[in-house]
């Protein structure tokens, strides 16, 4: 009888947020698969767990994947941790927990903390509908156009920012999404917690007055209402951006229409992705 796959939340900074049921999964399991043995080992010495570690990461992941999935077959359990929060929310998993899946091995969640949940939360901007990217770019042209087709959507952006970038991203909201409403959480669940908020000018004038700028952000853009793209952009890389940012094709292209006012049959006349059809 194959073993099950349980992907486990783990604390984004604060070790009291460990669930009961996270513990006992973690206890009870042949194994933990995780990003850094070193990192995940404090966290289980916390706990007095003591089970063997898996190193699985973005650059071994597709080749341990398979490791794991026989493993699994074997009749195994497994669990996948991140570094912090829940595992796969812009962290490697995708290939494991799909190869489980279409194996038919029973894939259970073990649901815990997760920063862009916890900063939307306390954040004070809309929580009815939000995209949630990851990462942006880290190049500042690509960063630029990828924020400039975000121009018109009218509803709330989630990123993830290290804090040696954070003062050119806000000063890209600025140039390219003509200085937005956000807010900056920094530091979730830790002592330091911090809620920086106003518009993307006033965020960054608060945190460039500062000696170092430290802690690793969630950073939420407000509802951005204009119509019209801070720079020209045009409509294949404005659809480009939104199949990047998660939606699927068709569905990038419904929402360039909605936001140009076109027939979705013109847009999709335009658009050309490599690699998809």
Do not use: W
């Not at 630029?144 to 954070?166: D, K």
């Not at 939606?247 to 979705?264: F, H, Q, S, Y």
């Amino acid at each position: 009888m194959p073993g099950t796959l349980y992907l486990v939340a783990t604390p984004i900074g604060n070790l009291a947020d460990m669930t009961y049921r996270a513990v006992e999964m973690l206890r009870a399991v042949s194994a933990i698969a995780c990003e850094d043995t070193r990192h995940t080992r404090k966290l289980l010495d916390h706990y007095d767990i003591e089970r063997p570690l898996l190193s699985y990461h973005e650059h071994n992941e597709a080749e341990r994947a398979l490791a794991l999935l026989e493993r699994l077959r074997a009749g195994d359990d497994i669990a996948l941790v991140s570094d912090a929060g829940t595992p796969l929310i812009s962290d490697p998993g995708y290939r494991l927990v799909n190869a489980a899946v279409e194996a038919g091995i029973r894939v259970v969640p073990i649901p815990g903390a997760a920063a862009l949940l916890c900063a939307l939360s306390a954040s004070g901007l809309p929580t009815d509908c939000f995209y949630f990217h990851g990462f942006l770019p880290r190049k500042s042209g690509e960063r630029g156009r990828f924020l400039a087709a975000l121009a018109g959507s009218g509803t709330v952006h989630v990123f993830y920012e290290a804090p040696h970038r954070i003062l050119e991203t806000l000063k890209d909201l600025v140039e390219f999404l003509g200085d937005p409403t956000v807010v900056a959480a920094r530091e979730l669940t830790k002592v330091h917690e911090e809620f920086l908020r106003g518009r993307a000018s006033e965020v960054h004038a608060a945190l460039a007055g500062r000696d170092a700028v430290r802690g690793e952000f969630t950073l939420l853009v407000g509802p951005l209402l204009s119509a019209t793209p801070a720079v020209e952009v045009t409509i294949p890389e404005e659809v480009t951006a939104l199949v990047k940012s998660g939606l699927r094709r068709m569905d990038a292209i419904k929402e360039v229409a909605r936001r140009r006012g076109l027939p979705k049959r013109e847009v999709y006349a335009q658009v050309e992705i490599p690699g998809q059809k």
